[in-house]
């Protein structure tokens, strides 16, 4: 039943860019300037996703076999098929009004209704699906049936669904979102590389943590949490707001004392280490709420990460973050503080990489970014994760992590209830219902 996480991880996808175009549209009934160039491109690529990714897997497999083995949802089947093939004419009329927008043919506040009735009909495409035709799917399908998607699903040389086609799609969001207006994205000129993912080998454990235990005052906030990380995994933690995670990962750091346990970091028992010769060894971390040096530029934030390295290699990993983040380059000597949620995020991420982590630990990267942003900061993730970094994940955007994470744990109150792939705790009905709302 993999294949309906894939199908929802698309309807994430496709549910990030409607809500893009509905900022557009605001902005455009507020009387500000038409993004012509983005929306655009968002267009082009929501029709292109949908066409040559996202419909060819309902209609030829899911929608397939629900109707063999469940005909009374034909009628609903049938409606959203002609959703379907109607997406390209509605494509076409919106990328019609927008060119009259720029000859001037025709009002913004004209588009942007057009706009708003487009996203409406879309979501509602969207939700029908999740509320309605994945549940039933979950129920009614056969193991056969599963056998014959899932493989699909999962060629990687599939020419729909395989590594290629996904690369391919990867890098065109990280580019809309690389020129996104500030408002939405990392406003920037130019866009980074993002390279396909690969999925690490198995290898030894590089952090072992046993019985870790953390107090603030007499209230304990870990208790008793053991752990590893293989080098070369990503490694999720989740659960609800105050389960302990981000102490956890202050714990690991050496920020926050713990009372009791140990941490093995490559055969080593760090327990004692300041955090300084924590960093020394390999454990950077990109803390919750960025916490970047606001009056500082963006260069000496960068110069602050990599305090602990040589100073030749500086400028080398200084211009590999600007590959990958272009805007922060546009941008190297202003303050850190008159940067977006999401590009301060980006220089978070990157002053930690300046610090050439062996361990790179991500405290909530997607909090409080606007939705567009979420998919290109978990890109990112898999950017690194592909050149074979080691990453402990906390998030409390649990499908997310969980679908990008080899291994995952569920924190509740100090304590880790669950553990397994990051597949077999998506599909696990306690974590569905805690924490992603399924």
């Known amino acids: 039943m993999d294949a309906l996480r894939i199908i929802s991880e698309d309807h994430n996808n496709l549910w990030r860019m409607a809500t893009a175009v509905d900022q557009l549209a605001i902005e455009l009934e507020d009387g500000g300037a038409l993004e012509a160039e983005f929306l655009g491109s968002v267009l082009d690529y929501i029709v292109q996703f949908e066409e040559r990714l996202h419909y060819p897997k309902e209609d030829d497999f899911l929608f397939r076999f629900l109707r063999l083995r469940s005909p009374e949802v034909a009628n609903t089947l049938d409606r959203l098929e002609r959703d379907h093939w109607q997406a390209t004419t509605h494509h076409a009329a919106l990328q019609s009004s927008l060119k009259n927008v720029m000859a001037g043919q025709l009002s913004g506040a004209a588009l942007a209704k057009q706009l708003r009735q487009y996203t409406t009909d879309l979501k509602t495409h969207i939700l029908t699906e999740e509320e309605q035709l994945l549940p039933l799917a979950h129920k009614m399908l056969l193991a ?222 997607s909090m409080g970014l606007a939705p567009l942003l979420v998919q290109e900061v978990f890109d990112v993730i898999k950017t690194l994760k592909s050149q074979g970094m080691t990453i402990l994940l906390v998030e409390q955007n649990a499908l997310a992590a969980l679908d990008i994470a080899d291994r995952a744990y569920v924190l509740e109150t100090g304590c880790v209830t669950l553990t397994g792939t990051g597949n077999e705790l998506v599909r696990n009905d306690q974590v569905r219902a805690a924490y992603l709302g399924m």
């Open 144 to 365: 056969e049936d599963w056998r014959e998607i899932d493989r699909a699903f999962h060629d990687p040389v599939h020419p729909l669904f395989g590594d290629a086609a996904q690369a391919e799609f990867r890098e065109w969001y990280h580019r809309i979102v690389s020129v996104a207006p500030e408002t939405l994205g990392l406003g920037g000129k130019s866009a980074g590389h993002l390279p396909g993912g690969a999925s690490p080998a198995q290898a030894e454990v590089l952090l072992r943590v046993q019985g870790l235990e953390s107090c603030y005052g007499r209230i304990k906030a870990l208790k008793g949490i053991s752990m590893e990380v293989r080098r070369g995994e990503t490694v999720a933690l989740v659960g609800a707001n105050g389960a302990g995670k981000t102490t956890f990962l202050r714990t690991l750091s050496g920020v926050q004392p713990m009372s009791a346990g140990s941490i093995v970091f490559d055969g080593e028992d760090i327990s004692k280490l300041r955090s300084d010769k924590r960093m020394r060894r390999g454990i950077c971390q990109s803390p919750e709420g960025r916490q970047v040096f606001g009056p500082l530029s963006i260069e000496d934030n960068l110069r602050l990460g990599a305090y602990t390295q040589p100073r030749h290699q500086v400028a080398g990993d200084m211009e590999k973050i600007f590959t990958m983040f272009p805007i922060l380059k546009e941008k190297r000597l202003q303050p850190a503080g008159t940067l977006s949620g999401g590009q301060q995020q980006m220089l978070a991420i990157g002053r930690a990489l300046m610090g050439r982590p062996r361990l790179l630990l991500l405290d909530e990267p």
